[in-house]
Antibody, heavy 119, light 110 residues
Framework: EVQLVESGGGLVQPGRSLRLSCTASGFSLGDYAMSWVRQAPGKGLEWVGFIRNKPYGGTAEYAASVKGRFTISRDDSKGIAYLQMNSLKTEDTAVYYC??????????WGQGTLVTVSS | QSALTQPPSASGSPGQSVTISCTGTSSDVGGYKYVSWYQQHPGKAPKLMIYEVTKRPSGVPDRFSGSKSGNTASLTVSGLQAEDEADYYCSSYAGSNPYVFGTGTRVTVL
């Protein structure tokens, strides 16, 4: 059974950093691209970025709203994808979901982890 | 990259059909065959319902169907059931700015 579990969320002050983890099980992480999507309280879904798997270069793409502040990485040997978030702003407050990508879509999603940016 | 436009709400009685539209541009919905639809119940993670405009993942009832014409994609839920009451989001590949979501539609089963 495919499972994705996010962790690392919490309360952080504006300007600080936080790293989220997405632990995969039930499939080989190295065979898939992985994405991050966020949802601010009471709002819709917003694509954050994704990272290709190694055969496709292992490179990442980001939404304009987070480019230069957020970095997605992966450790296929551990089955974990990461979202490093720097220079956090209050508008980054959201539930962050990781997802497995296949066929230009996200076919499995984690349960999400809440990040609250507030002083 | 602007969000794709969806109606805020849609509704139908049990057994009826409801169709949700998702309007973009030739740079996203109209330019690619990579439109997906997700269902999200309150407090839950999104669930993939349709990908590549018309395809259903294993386990998704055939009451859910997708289509596209020009810059507008649509999701139709036939034979509405109580458990279909949820928020629905479309998403499209958008080339250089890779992905964009729709604004979301709340479906109510009357």
């Amino acid at each position: 059974e495919v499972q994705l579990v996010e962790s690392g969320g919490g309360l952080v002050q504006p300007g600080r950093s936080l790293r989220l983890s997405c632990t995969a099980s039930g499939f080989s992480l190295g065979d898939y691209a992985m994405s991050w999507v966020r949802q601010a309280p009471g709002k819709g879904l917003e694509w954050v970025g994704f990272i290709r798997n190694k055969p496709y270069g292992g490179t990442a793409e980001y939404a304009a709203s987070v480019k230069g502040r957020f970095t997605i990485s992966r450790d296929d040997s551990k089955g974990i994808a990461y979202l490093q978030m720097n220079s956090l702003k209050t508008e980054d407050t959201a539930v962050y979901y990781c997802g497995r990508r296949q066929f230009f879509t996200t076919d499995y999603w984690g349960q999400g982890t809440l990040v609250t940016v507030s002083s | 990259q602007s969000a794709l436009t969806q109606p805020p709400s849609a509704s139908g009685s049990p057994g009826q059909s409801v169709t949700i539209s998702c309007t973009g541009t030739s740079s996203d919905v109209g330019g690619y065959k990579y439109v997906s639809w997700y269902q999200q119940h309150p407090g839950k993670a999104p669930k993939l319902m349709i990908y590549e405009v018309t395809k259903r993942p294993s386990g998704v009832p055939d009451r859910f169907s997708g289509s596209k014409s020009g810059n507008t994609a649509s999701l139709t839920v036939s034979g509405l059931q109580a458990e279909d009451e949820a928020d629905y989001y479309c998403s499209s590949y958008a080339g250089s700015n890779p992905y964009v979501f729709g604004t979301g539609t709340r479906v109510t089963v009357l």
